[in-house]
C-alpha cells in the first residue's frame, strides 16, 4: 500500500492546523468524559467499582455480579472475570481515594477516581503509541497531527474513561503496540530480547483482563518476530539456520514472560477468590462464551453487528471506512504473502521493509479481532474500543491512498470525511448522548439521595424502577448497617408489583422513608400517592422512550400516601 507524502497534507479537514492539539482541548475532553453523569452498560459499575469499592472500602448492600461469584453455592462458570482487571481499573484509585479521603467518601469522588485513572492511562498509553505507529508506517507530521486530533476529538474518551475491562484491553493493546515496535527498531539482541520479555509478560496480564487481547497481541508478535529476523539480512539474502537462532532469541523470553506472568495471575486470583491454583479466569470466560445459550442472556445479534452497525457507532463515517480499508488491506497481504510457493513467499516476508511490517501488523490488529468477535452472536460496541486507536492511526497514514485507489461509492465516504464539521457533529452528538442523556438520571439521583436523602429518615427503602442497575457503591452504605435497603425492580412485573413492594416497604418499615426512582414517562403507572423530590433532566432510556420533552427526565418520588 502506497503512503501519503511525507508533507501529510491529505484529509486536512480532519485537524485544524497547526503544530499540535491543544492542551485545552485534551484536558477539557478528559474533564468531560470524568464528570459525565451518563450511564453506558451495567457494566461499567458492576465489572469493576462496585466490586473493588467492597475490597476497599468494606460497604454494606453491594452487588456481587456472578463472574465474582466463585466458590461454593457460586456460578458454575466463575470466576469468570480474573481480580487483575478490577484492581487495576478501580482498584488502586479507590485506595488512593481511601488513603485521601478517609473511609467514607464523598459519592462524587467514588465516581470520579476509576475514571480519571482510566483517562489518565489513556493519554499516558494509547496517544503515544498513536504516535509512534504513525511514524513506523512512514506517516510524517501531518498523519501524526491527524491521528492525534481524531484521537483527542473522539467520543471514544467517554467510553475510555469509563472503568469497563474493555477500556483496560485497549490500554494494554497500545502498550503492546509501543513494545512491539521497540523490538522491531532494537538492533542490540540483549535490548529486543528484555523487550520480547515485557511483551510478553504484558500480553498475560492482558489476556487476563480480557481473553479477546490474545487476537491482539498475535499479529503485533508477528511484527517482533519480524524485526529480528530483519535482522539477518545483514549477513544472508535468504533464510538460513541463523534464522532459528534469531527467532529463538525473541521467543524464547516472550513465552517465559507470557508463563511467568500466567502463573503470578493464576495464583492472585486462586488467593482472591479463595479457588484452588491454578485458577484460569479467561479460560472460564471463553467457556461461558462459546456457549450460545449463554450469551442470550445478554442478547442475540446477527453476525454482521460489528461490521454494519457498532463500528459506525464508535467511530461514525470513519468506522464504515475503517472496515472496508481493513478488508481491502488484509486481502492484499494474503496476497502479497501468497505471492510464490514456498522459498519466494518466505523471501518477499523477510525483504518486507519496516514501514510494510508495521502496517501489515496494525492491519491484523482491526481484522482479525473483528472477525473473531464478529463469529460470536453478542456483539456490543465497547467490544472495538481496542481497535479504535490502530484504525485511527491506519487510516491518518494511508487515507489518501484508499481515496486514490477506491470505488466512486468508497471516495464520497472519504471524501465526506475531509469535512471537520461533520467529524465534530458526530462526536459532539455522541458525547452529549452517551455522556449527557442515557440513564443519566440514575447516577445523579444516586448522588442526590447519598448527599441529602440518607439522613433525613431513621431507614430508607430507596426503590428504582424501570432504570439500569442502580450502583449502590454511589451511596457509600458503611459496613454493616441495615436502615437503608435497595430494591431494583428494572422492569419485571410492571406497575402491580412495583406497588405491592412499596406497600411492603412501607408496612415492615413504619417511620421509613419510602424513596421512589422512575422515568417521568412511566411513573403515572405506578398507583401510589408520590411527591416528587427531584427531577433529573435529561434523562433517556430506550426501554421507555419519551413521548414529550417532559418525559425526558428521571424522578425521585417520596411515597405520600396509600398504595390502591
Not at 496517544?127 to 505507529?133: H, K, M, V
Not at 469497563?164 to 522491531?184: F, K, R, T, Y
Not at 470513519?318 to 497481504?333: E, F, I, K, N, P
Request: with cysteine; charged share 15%.
Amino acid at each position: 500500500m502506497r503512503r501519503e507524502g511525507r508533507s501529510g497534507k491529505g484529509l486536512d479537514g480532519w485537524s485544524p492546523g497547526g503544530r499540535g492539539v491543544p492542551w485545552a482541548l485534551r484536558v477539557g475532553v478528559a474533564l468531560g468524559a470524568v464528570l459525565s453523569p451518563g450511564y453506558i452498560h451495567p457494566d461499567e459499575h458492576f465489572q469493576s467499582p462496585e466490586v473493588a469499592a467492597g475490597d476497599v472500602f468494606h460497604f454494606s448492600g453491594l452487588h456481587r455480579a456472578w463472574e465474582f461469584r466463585a466458590g461454593p453455592g457460586g456460578h458454575p462458570y466463575a470466576p469468570a472475570r480474573s481480580a487483575v482487571s478490577h484492581v487495576v481499573s478501580s482498584g488502586i484509585p479507590l485506595w488512593g481515594l481511601r488513603a485521601v479521603a478517609g473511609p467514607r467518601p464523598p459519592a462524587w469522588a467514588l465516581l470520579a477516581a476509576p475514571r480519571l485513572w482510566m483517562a489518565a492511562l489513556w493519554a499516558v498509553a494509547v496517544e503515544p503509541a498513536a504516535a509512534r505507529l504513525v511514524a513506523r508506517m512512514g506517516g510524517g507530521a501531518g498523519a501524526a497531527h491527524r491521528a492525534a486530533y481524531l484521537l483527542a476529538t473522539s467520543w471514544t474518551a467517554i467510553l475510555a474513561a469509563r472503568p469497563l475491562s474493555n477500556g483496560l484491553e485497549a490500554v494494554a493493546v497500545a502498550v503492546l503496540i509501543s513494545l512491539a515496535l521497540a523490538a522491531e527498531r532494537g538492533r542490540d539482541a540483549g535490548v529486543r530480547g528484555a523487550v520480547a520479555l515485557a511483551f510478553g509478560a504484558v500480553t498475560a496480564v492482558a489476556a487476563f483482563v480480557r481473553f479477546t487481547a490474545l487476537l491482539y497481541a498475535a499479529p503485533l508478535g508477528g511484527l517482533v518476530l519480524h524485526g529480528a529476523l530483519r535482522r539477518q539480512r545483514e549477513g544472508k539474502r535468504q533464510p538460513g539456520w541463523g534464522v532459528l537462532a534469531a527467532a529463538a532469541a525473541v521467543l524464547a523470553p516472550a513465552v517465559t514472560g507470557f508463563a511467568g506472568a500466567c502463573l503470578a495471575c493464576m495464583a492472585a486470583d486462586a488467593a482472591y477468590f479463595g479457588t484452588p491454583f491454578p485458577t484460569v479466569a479467561p479460560w472460564n470466560a471463553l467457556r461461558y462464551n462459546a456457549r450460545p445459550e449463554n450469551l442470550a442472556d445478554h442478547g442475540i445479534h446477527p453476525r454482521a453487528t460489528h461490521v454494519l452497525v457498532n463500528s459506525a457507532v464508535l467511530l461514525g463515517p470513519l468506522g464504515v471506512l475503517a472496515v472496508w480499508a481493513a478488508a481491502a488491506s488484509a486481502l492484499g497481504g494474503l496476497r502479497w504473502l501468497a505471492a510464490g510457493p514456498g522459498r519466494r513467499g518466505l523471501a518477499l516476508a523477510w525483504n518486507a521493509s519496516p514501514r510494510e511490517a508495521a502496517t501489515a501488523a496494525v492491519v491484523g490488529c482491526v481484522a482479525l479481532p473483528l472477525a473473531a468477535l464478529s463469529a460470536a452472536p453478542h456483539q456490543e460496541p465497547r467490544f472495538l474500543l481496542p481497535m479504535v486507536m490502530p484504525v485511527v492511526a491506519l487510516l491518518s497514514v494511508h487515507a489518501d491512498t484508499l481515496w486514490r485507489d477506491a470505488s466512486p461509492g468508497a471516495r464520497v465516504a472519504v471524501g465526506l470525511l475531509r469535512s471537520r464539521a461533520l467529524w465534530l457533529a458526530f462526536n459532539v452528538g455522541c458525547a452529549a448522548f452517551w455522556g449527557g442523556m442515557h440513564q443519566a438520571g440514575v447516577v445523579r439521583a444516586l448522588l442526590h439521595v447519598q448527599a441529602r436523602e440518607l439522613g433525613a429518615a431513621p431507614a430508607t427503602s430507596l426503590l428504582f424502577y424501570r432504570t439500569y442497575m442502580p450502583p449502590r457503591f454511589l451511596l457509600a452504605l458503611p459496613e454493616g448497617q441495615t436502615a437503608v435497603t435497595v430494591t431494583d425492580l428494572a422492569g419485571a412485573g410492571g406497575a402491580p408489583l412495583a406497588a405491592e413492594v412499596l406497600r411492603r416497604a412501607a408496612a415492615e418499615a413504619p417511620g421509613a422513608q419510602v424513596l421512589v426512582v422512575a422515568p417521568a414517562s412511566v411513573s403515572e403507572d405506578l398507583p401510589c400517592e408520590l411527591r416528587e423530590v427531584k427531577r433529573h433532566w435529561p434523562h433517556f432510556s430506550g426501554e421507555d422512550p419519551p413521548a414529550s420533552p417532559s418525559d425526558l427526565a428521571l424522578v425521585l418520588y417520596r411515597l405520600h400516601g396509600a398504595c390502591a
